[in-house]
């Protein structure tokens, strides 16, 4: 029998932060994180997606985008054996990040004209992969959320443009909606494959969806 964690409300807390407490605290792969040294329980989703696609090789160039707290730029230097100097990552975000094991740290802003070239250099050479799993915060409107959501997708998308090697990968976090298949369909004309992907780690009741695009054909 699964014991289920109960939260009261207190009165300093809302509704909707009490039911996240409580969905934090019996959720399995936020314990598993903690037992296994993740920061967040994302870097299953990750794992994930590694598993079923085989994306993460040693000796390639990852670019984590908007990586803070930092668990998918920590599945990606394992995986590529950066800790080893195979493989390198690059973790970009505004927010500062603890340091991480094998993974370079820039605070940048990625929109920024020139991101490209700086990470770029960082990396002596195009990437071999960019992933992203960032989220605007949410608004409680549907619509809204899912318009902020793949216009970060889609900000992603430009960056991999420029940053990419040929043959390189491209995953996004979108939301189901239909929202985007404007990107979807330049993802198309870009890469050999583009497919929709939700990892059993995403939350059942979530909308969340990753975009994963393989074999970029180059600029």
Same mark, same amino acid.
Request: no cysteine; proline share 3%; hydrophobic share 45%.
């Given at each position: 029998?699964?014991? *289920?964690? !109960?939260?009261? *409300?207190a009165r300093k807390r809302t509704l909707s932060s009490t039911l996240w407490l409580e969905? =934090?605290?019996?959720?399995?792969?936020?314990?598993? $994180? #903690? !037992?296994?040294?993740?920061?967040?329980? $994302?870097?299953?989703?990750?794992?994930?997606?590694?598993?079923?696609?085989?994306?993460?090789?040693?000796?390639?160039?990852?670019?984590?985008?908007?990586?803070?707290?930092?668990?998918?730029? =920590?599945?990606? $230097?394992?995986?590529?054996?950066?800790?080893?100097?195979?493989? #390198?990552?690059?973790?970009?975000?505004?927010?500062?990040?603890?340091?991480?094991?094998?993974?370079?740290?820039?605070?940048?802003?990625?929109?920024?004209?020139?991101?490209?070239?700086?990470?770029?250099?960082?990396?002596?050479? #195009? /990437?071999?992969?960019?992933?992203?799993?960032?989220?605007?915060?949410?608004?409680?409107?549907?619509? *809204?959320?899912?318009?902020?959501?793949? /216009?970060?997708? &889609?900000?992603?998308?430009?960056? $991999?443009r420029q940053a990419l090697a040929p043959g390189g990968f491209f995953v996004a976090k979108?939301? =189901?909606?239909? *929202?985007?298949?404007?990107?979807? /369909? =330049?993802? #198309?004309r870009e890469f050999a494959i583009v497919r929709h992907v939700k990892p059993a780690a995403?939350?059942?009741?979530?909308? &969340?969806?990753?975009?994963? /695009?393989?074999?970029?054909?180059?600029?």
């Amino acid at each position: 029998m699964t014991l *289920t964690t !109960r939260v009261k *409300t207190a009165r300093k807390r809302t509704l909707s932060s009490t039911l996240w407490l409580e969905r =934090q605290l019996n959720d399995p792969y936020v314990a598993r $994180a #903690k !037992r296994e040294g993740y920061r967040a329980r $994302a870097a299953y989703k990750l794992i994930e997606l590694d598993e079923r696609f085989h994306l993460l090789k040693p000796g390639l160039r990852i670019v984590d985008l908007g990586a803070a707290p930092g668990g998918w730029s =920590q599945v990606a $230097a394992e995986r590529v054996k950066a800790q080893e100097g195979k493989g #390198k990552v690059i973790a970009a975000d505004l927010l500062d990040m603890a340091p991480i094991a094998g993974v370079e740290f820039v605070a940048l802003d990625f929109r920024d004209e020139t991101a490209p070239q700086t990470i770029m250099a960082m990396l002596g050479g #195009k /990437a071999d992969g960019v992933i992203s799993d960032m989220a605007a915060n949410a608004t409680g409107h549907k619509q *809204t959320d899912h318009l902020r959501i793949v /216009a970060l997708a &889609e900000l992603a998308a430009d960056f $991999a443009r420029q940053a990419l090697a040929p043959g390189g990968f491209f995953v996004a976090k979108v939301l =189901q909606g239909g *929202t985007e298949g404007q990107l979807l /369909a =330049q993802l #198309k004309r870009e890469f050999a494959i583009v497919r929709h992907v939700k990892p059993a780690a995403s939350r059942a009741g979530s909308a &969340e969806l990753y975009v994963l /695009a393989t074999g970029f054909r180059g600029n």
